[in-house]
């Protein structure tokens, strides 16, 4: 059975660098990825953001094929920056031990 999927990389970041990288995805998202999107007080809106009956954005609304590719593009750029947001409390590694634990 192959594995298609790209190889890993461990790439080494100081905590300001996380941090910037997560502002950088949090405007990305905004400024570009949402610019079809309904976007209020420096946040984009998807669908299930918000509870039905209480999303003034997409309740009863259809999405259209740009709102589409733009939602699962926001939607990956989110779940890029939980990824990058989890590294910020992952163990320090140290010289002695590359793996951080």
């Given at each position: 059975?192959?594995?298609?999927?790209?190889?890993?990389?461990?790439?080494?970041?100081?905590?300001?660098?996380?941090?910037?990288?997560?502002?950088?995805?949090?405007?990305?998202?905004?400024?570009?990825?949402?610019?079809?999107?309904?976007?209020?007080?420096?946040?984009?809106?998807?669908?299930?953001?918000?509870?039905?009956?209480?999303?003034?954005?997409?309740?009863?609304?259809?999405?259209?094929?740009?709102?589409?590719?733009?939602?699962?593009a926001v939607r990956a750029?989110?779940?890029?920056?939980?990824?990058?947001?989890?590294?910020?409390?992952?163990?320090?590694?140290?010289?002695?031990?590359?793996?951080?634990?």
């Amino acid at each position: 059975m192959s594995d298609d999927s790209p190889p890993e990389k461990i790439v080494q970041l100081r905590l300001t660098e996380i941090e910037l990288l997560l502002e950088a995805l949090d405007a990305y998202e905004y400024w570009q990825l949402g610019d079809v999107l309904p976007r209020n007080n420096g946040e984009v809106f998807i669908p299930g953001d918000l509870p039905p009956g209480e999303d003034r954005y997409w309740d009863g609304e259809a999405v259209t094929e740009e709102e589409a590719s733009a939602i699962e593009a926001v939607r990956a750029c989110r779940d890029l920056a939980d990824h990058v947001r989890a590294l910020r409390w992952m163990p320090v590694a140290t010289d002695a031990d590359p793996s951080g634990g």
